[in-house]
């Protein structure tokens, strides 16, 4: 079992099934030596598990759950492509959270994928990275997690 994989059983954490495209794109693709994963949105068995906008609908720490949940499938859909054991390091992340009026703590919010992806890969899984807050994102998601991986 790799680092990895061995590192995501000790979390109580296993890799969900990828979600097919909601329209004309890949989950992932190789180019190089990197893995571009996109969008992710926070999905279980096929559908959203929470709508709305955080710091109204969603609380700022259910956000940050949704956004684990993200870098989750993100980890999933490299899985599928490459083999979660290929990474050597991710290298960015891209975080969008639909937020009420008001609302600032976008980067708390993308912590969520940030430290999960640190627990998996250690000093590996640092990595740079946008927070961005928007006024709405696809099928009414709070959150939505893009990753750029390294692969040996």
Known sequence: MSAARKRLAELGLTLPAVTP??????????????VYVSGQLPMADGRLVAV??????VTPEQAKELAARCALGGL?????????DAVTRVV???G?????????AVPAVINGASELLGEVFGDAGRHARSAVGVAELPLGAPVEVELI???G
Do not use: M, N, Q, W
């Open 21 to 34: 495209p909601l329209a004309a794109y890949v989950p992932a693709v190789r180019s190089g030596s990197h």
């Open 52 to 57: 709305g906008k955080v710091g109204a609908e």
């Open 76 to 84: 999933a859909a490299i899985d599928h492509l490459v083999g979660i």
């Open 96 to 104: 969008f959270v639909a937020v009420a009026p008001g609302f600032t």
């Open 92 to 94: 960015k992340v891209t």
């Open 149 to 151: 991986v390294e692969v």
